[in-house]
T-cell receptor
Framework: GESVGLHLPTLSVQEGDNSIINCAYSNSASDYFIWYKQESGKGPQFIIDIRSNMDKRQGQRVTVLLNKTVKHLSLQIAATQPGDSAVYFCAEIHTGGFKTIFGAGTRLFVKA | DGGITQSPKYLFRKEGQNVTLSCEQNLNHDAMYWYRQDPGQGLRLIYYSQIVNDFQKGDIAEGYSVSREKKESFPLTVTSAQKNPTAFYLC?????????????????FGPGTRLTVL
């Protein structure tokens, strides 16, 4: 596969459109998942979480979908705004094994 | 205001010098973590501490050292043995470090310290 190297996957959307950011996780034993938002030069901020006994969870303007069959997680942002521009990454947690794995992230650009 | 703080925000180091990055939290969290973030990569765990006076190596501990003398504080020292220390360093904390329920593993992050070697 393609090496990301210094370049994160990028998603560019028009203001007001919906955004979908995807994450493939690696550990089938992971039972808790978090999406974080990281703005340039800042620490990551919690957006939404989901446990493995759920397949969908909704927050304010955000929805997380979990497909355990294919080990896939997605973050949907409704009515994307310029303030949503950031890097988004997922974290998979195996609570029994005390292990958190962070994805490299996707950079979201919102065009006004 | 509860939170996790890191200082300084920017740090410059000459080759051969040790530097210490500060991390403080007033969330009453037992577990604390240090991560390194490089462009285009996920967070990599350097060290973690599940309880005071105890800490464990993460995936990339070589060239780093930590201490956990107080629950609130988890300083990271970047030693001269770390060959490529220029990076963005993130400190985090969580309620507990061991399985205690899913949400207890949620990690809260500080604002980060950008370290540059001159």
């Amino acid at each position: 596969g393609e090496s990301v190297g210094l370049h994160l996957p990028t998603l560019s959307v028009q203001e007001g459109d919906n955004s979908i950011i995807n994450c493939a996780y690696s550990n089938s034993a992971s039972d808790y998942f978090i999406w974080y938002k990281q703005e340039s030069g800042k620490g990551p901020q919690f957006i939404i979480d989901i446990r493995s006994n759920m397949d969908k969870r909704q927050g304010q303007r955000v929805t997380v979908l979990l497909n355990k069959t294919v080990k896939h997680l997605s973050l949907q942002i409704a009515a994307t705004q310029p303030g949503d521009s950031a890097v988004y990454f997922c974290a998979e947690i195996h609570t029994g094994g005390f292990k958190t794995i962070f994805g490299a992230g996707t950079r979201l650009f919102v065009k006004a | 205001d509860g939170g996790i703080t890191q200082s300084p925000k920017y740090l410059f180091r000459k080759e051969g010098q040790n530097v210490t990055l500060s991390c403080e939290q007033n969330l009453n969290h037992d577990a604390m973590y240090w991560y390194r973030q490089d462009p285009g990569q996920g967070l990599r765990l350097i060290y973690y501490s599940q309880i005071v006076n105890d800490f464990q190596k993460g995936d990339i501990a070589e060239g780093y050292s930590v201490s956990r003398e107080k629950k609130e504080s988890f300083p990271l020292t970047v030693t001269s043995a770390q060959k490529n220390p220029t990076a963005f360093y993130l400190c985090a904390s969580s309620i507990v470090g061991l399985a205690g329920g899913a949400s207890y593993n949620e990690q809260f992050f500080g604002p980060g310290t950008r370290l540059t070697v001159l």
